[in-house]
């Protein structure tokens, strides 16, 4: 059974820091996605990983994909208060399957 | 973008009703739709796979004859929650894969909150 792990589950921060979030799997997959909720909401799509040492970055945020050590980061560069949301990464086994989501990352970016 | 609609948002409704949540692709066919469950401030579990033209894949622990799925087009398939009750309060979400875009993202649906009184 696949499972994903992320930490931290919840992270507060200053606006203006930088810090990571990982995102830990159990099997082999080279597809892995990082969607943001805003309370009360559904998905958003944030960033696409489909092979080894792929990185995407979108604004502050970075997302990167090691399959070897099944490990995806997303980095957050000079946090704002916006950025306050939670974090779901989920990895998909095989093309057009289910995707299994870490359990996300609450973060609070205070001023 | 591709899009997806799930309706209604929001329901109320009391305990021993059947509620129909219906997902739509709008603007593509999707090969498969998929609804999932998520209490608060916890992360999304997937319940059931739905391919058009064929029974619902459901996962383990979830009642096939409670939450009863059809995927009858290309573009719209549908989560009836039988006689529901207060455990059955939940957020539902569905998503859709494009047929022919296996390298895209899902695309998820807005979610519907169910209250169930």
């Known amino acids: 059974e696949l499972k994903v792990e992320q930490n931290p589950l919840f992270l507060s921060m200053q606006e203006g820091k930088n810090y990571t979030i990982y995102c830990n799997y159990s099997?082999?997959?080279?597809?892995l996605y990082w969607y943001r909720q805003d309370p009360g909401k559904s998905l958003e799509s944030l960033f696409v990983?489909?092979?080894?040492?792929a990185v995407k970055q979108e604004g502050r945020l970075m997302a990167s994909l090691d399959t070897k050590a099944r490990l995806s980061t997303l980095h957050i560069t000079a946090a704002v208060h916006d950025l306050s949301a939670t974090y779901f990464c989920?990895?998909?086994?095989?093309?057009?399957?289910?995707?299994?989501f870490g359990e996300g990352t609450q973060l609070t970016v205070n001023p | 973008g591709a899009v997806v609609s799930q309706h209604p948002s929001r329901v109320i409704c009391k305990s021993g009703t059947s509620v129909k949540i219906e997902c739509r692709s709008l603007?593509?066919?999707?090969?498969?739709m998929f609804w999932y469950r998520q209490f608060p401030k916890k992360s999304l579990m997937l319940m059931a796979t739905?391919?058009?033209?064929?029974?619902?894949?459901?996962e383990q622990g979830v009642e096939k004859d409670k939450f009863l799925i059809n995927h009858a087009s290309l573009t719209l398939s549908t989560l009836t929650v039988t006689s529901a009750h207060p455990e059955d309060s939940s957020f539902y979400i569905c998503?859709?894969?494009?047929?022919?875009?296996?390298?895209?993202?899902?695309?998820f649906g807005d979610g519907t909150r169910l209250s169930i009184l």
């Open positions: 998503s859709a894969i494009a047929r022919g875009y296996s390298n895209q993202p899902q695309h």
């Open positions: 099997t082999t997959s080279d597809r």
């Open positions: 990983l489909l092979s080894n040492g």
């Open positions: 989920a990895v998909e086994e095989t093309s057009g399957s289910r995707l299994t």
């Open positions: 603007d593509f066919q999707a090969t498969t």
């Open positions: 739905s391919n058009e033209g064929s029974k619902a894949t459901y």
